[in-house]
């Protein structure tokens, strides 16, 4: 216990207290009076007297707290500079560090203001990696915490999901749309798990919405106008409108659309023909693209924005207005939606 007393208070004698360093000179006065079990006499008043009638535990307990004071105002005393040890020689510990904390409130604010923005001004580099990243944003927070401006746990985990590069948008969209509850180190592993997983598959992906196609009974459509539909090899003719730049969706192959893909026709002309039907159910897959910013809908004028920052204008939803069903079977909540015709 000696020992590592000796060494911690070395921490305080390589840097007295100069009138310039109040921040990084109250940390390490706090570490030492943390190893020491002293911290409380510069976070608690002085207790008042319990005089001659208190019991003898209240006796010892005033007696423990003033012996501690003056341990911790001593050692304050001797890592000050000769100027500031003659402002402070009359004062107890707590006293001292609430006149302390008065004086140099300005280099306190100064501080927050600068970790505040070298916090929401971090950003990651494509490439770089994940965890360095976290570790270093963690470390702002926590100084923000100690200065008095904690960030909450909800809060903390969003200004590092924005930090992060685009190819982790896929990453935040899911995280979101599943509204996952974890703390910033929790965070930081599941980035990690994620950026290995990337960089085995080598590319990034999108979202592309597809009409589903299912076993079993035809879905009841409901009564109403509905025009009727030609059968046999008609309902499978390619139809005009062939595009001359694009690629299909479904062969990959250029110059026609999904709708007029032999290859598509020829799945479905097989699919009815073992009893299988179209449903009208839109599932989510994972297609390869250049982009992770939106989903693709190839049968609607209506896309999906991957994170709601990317939606310049919209209107909030709560929880349950709007659901989608993605491949797996699950159930996700629309967090937004733009209002029609918003370009974006």
């Known amino acids: 216990m000696t020992n590592n007393t000796i060494s911690l208070r070395s921490l305080l004698e390589k840097e007295k207290l100069n009138g310039i360093n109040f921040l990084d000179w109250f940390r390490n006065l706090r570490i030492v009076l943390k190893q020491e079990r002293k911290e409380y006499v510069i976070e608690e008043a002085v207790p008042n007297d319990p005089g001659p009638n208190a019991s003898r535990a209240d006796k010892d307990k005033f007696k423990k707290h003033m012996d501690d004071m003056l341990d911790a105002g001593c050692l304050m005393l001797s890592t000050m500079t000769l100027e500031l040890r003659k402002q402070h020689e009359d004062m107890v510990a707590y006293a001292m560090i609430k006149n302390l904390k008065e004086i140099y409130e300005g280099q306190a604010r100064q501080e927050v203001y600068e970790t505040s923005k070298a916090l929401f001004q971090c950003k990651m580099s494509e490439g770089s990696p994940v965890g360095a990243h976290v570790i270093k944003m963690m470390g702002y927070i926590q100084t923000l915490e100690k200065l008095g401006f904690a960030l909450n746990d909800e809060l903390a985990v969003d200004v590092v999901l924005q930090s992060l590069p685009n190819s982790f948008n896929q990453f935040v969209l899911n995280f979101n749309m599943n509204e996952i509850n974890k703390t910033l180190p929790q965070l930081l592993g599941m980035l990690r798990t994620a950026e290995s997983n990337m960089k085995k598959d080598g590319s990034k992906s999108i979202l592309i919405v597809r009409e589903a196609k299912r076993k079993g009974k035809k879905v009841a459509k409901s009564k109403g106008t509905r025009k009727t539909k030609p059968k046999g090899k008609e309902a499978?003719?390619?139809?005009?409108?062939?595009?001359?730049?694009?690629?299909?969706?479904?062969?990959?192959?250029?110059g026609h659309w999904k709708r007029n893909c032999p290859v598509y026709l020829e799945e479905v002309k097989k699919a009815k023909a073992v009893g299988a039907s179209v449903s009208g159910i839109y599932v989510i897959d994972v297609n390869m693209s250049t982009s992770s910013s939106w989903v693709l809908d190839t049968g609607c004028g209506s896309h999906i924005c991957t994170f709601v920052q990317g939606l310049h204008m919209r209107r909030n939803l709560a929880k349950g207005d709007v659901d989608l069903r993605v491949g797996n079977g699950a159930r996700v909540a629309a967090l937004a939606l733009t209002p029609p015709g918003t370009p974006q």
């Open 236 to 254: 499978l003719k390619p139809k005009g409108g062939v595009s001359e730049d694009g690629k299909c969706f479904h062969c990959g192959k250029p």
